[in-house]
Nanobody, 122 residues
Framework: QVQLVESGGGLVQAGGSLRLSCAASGRTASIYSMAWFRQAPGKEREFVTGINSSGGSTNYADSVKGRFTISRDNAKNTVYLQMNSLKPEDTGVYYC???????????????WGQGTPVTVSS
């Protein structure tokens, strides 16, 4: 069992940056792959980026490649999402998720945080 708590969301102007954090509880948190998803108002949840348990493999949605960076610190059981060059279309609630294995399908992630809102103004 893993509990996830996101933080770091907020309001930022277009072109700005934010760093989200996801703290995972549980002694075995480091064995899980982690991912960030987001859901914009009126839209379906979408995969943003993921990282495997060791941090050696990552993948990104095309819409955020070159702007967002995912990383993890297993000693702190924390995953980070550095978001640069933010655009209004990045607005949404960002969710951290965990699973064994590695993939982009949200329905295969059994553990989710409560979400942190990000608003990018134009």
């Amino acid at each position: 069992q893993v509990q996830l708590v996101e933080s770091g969301g907020g309001l930022v102007q277009a072109g700005g940056s934010l760093r989200l954090s996801c703290a995972a509880s549980g002694r075995t948190a480091s064995i899980y792959s982690m991912a960030w998803f987001r859901q914009a108002p009126g839209k379906e949840r979408e995969f943003v980026t993921g990282i495997n348990s060791s941090g050696g493999s990552t993948n990104y949605a095309d819409s955020v490649k070159g702007r967002f960076t995912i990383s993890r610190d297993n000693a702190k059981n924390t995953v980070y999402l550095q978001m640069n060059s933010l655009k209004p279309e990045d607005t949404g609630v960002y969710y951290c998720a965990a699973r064994l294995g590695f993939g982009v399908r949200g329905d295969l992630y059994p553990y989710w945080g409560q979400g942190t809102p990000v608003t990018v103004s134009s």
